[in-house]
């Protein structure tokens, strides 16, 4: 094979390797922001006190705890919303968000939630640890 021919090939091999690279950054990428967006989402159900909204995010936790296989999902989660109403939360702020290092579609969110009940004037804190999936 001629020079030029091998130059060629190499220059069409890196082009195509560098495509396929750009293809998975792209799709990482975009999972990271849906990611996002949902997390985000999320806290603002919460925040503005749309628990109905808010509990369509959540499921059942699989019978093997929140790692469950890939591809199932046990289902939505049964949440009384109507014990929610009382609930004000004043402040939904997320701590940390981390991928898990050994499966990219699942992630781990801490917030720290701030909220009252409308029967009490002391505001109360928690730290929601949530996992979450893509399937």
Same mark, same amino acid.
């Given at each position: 094979?001629? !020079?030029?021919?091998? &130059?060629?090939?190499? +220059?069409?091999?890196?082009?195509?390797?560098?495509?396929?690279?750009?293809?998975? !950054?792209?799709?990482? @990428?975009?999972?990271?922001?849906?990611?996002?967006?949902?997390?985000?989402?999320?806290?603002?159900?919460?925040?503005? &006190?749309?628990?109905?909204?808010?509990?369509?995010?959540? !499921?059942?936790?699989?019978?093997?705890?929140?790692? @469950?296989?890939? &591809?199932?999902?046990? &289902?939505?989660?049964?949440?009384?919303?109507?014990?929610?109403?009382? +609930?004000?939360?004043?402040?939904?702020?997320?701590?940390?968000?981390?991928?898990?290092?050994?499966?990219?579609?699942?992630?781990?969110?801490?917030? @720290?939630?701030?909220?009252?009940?409308?029967?009490?004037?002391?505001?109360?804190?928690?730290?929601?640890?949530? @996992?979450?999936?893509?399937?």
């Amino acid at each position: 094979m001629s !020079r030029r021919l091998m &130059g060629l090939a190499a +220059v069409m091999l890196l082009t195509q390797s560098m495509w396929i690279t750009g293809c998975a !950054r792209m799709e990482a @990428h975009s999972r990271d922001q849906a990611f996002r967006e949902d997390v985000d989402e999320y806290g603002r159900m919460l925040r503005w &006190g749309f628990y109905d909204a808010a509990a369509a995010f959540l !499921r059942r936790p699989p019978a093997d705890g929140p790692e @469950h296989p890939a &591809g199932t999902d046990p &289902g939505p989660a049964e949440v009384d919303t109507a014990a929610l109403k009382p +609930v004000r939360v004043t402040n939904y702020e997320i701590v940390s968000q981390r991928f898990s290092p050994s499966d990219p579609n699942r992630a781990t969110v801490r917030a @720290h939630v701030e909220y009252y009940r409308e029967d009490s004037p002391t505001v109360r804190e928690i730290t929601d640890e949530q @996992h979450w999936w893509y399937d």
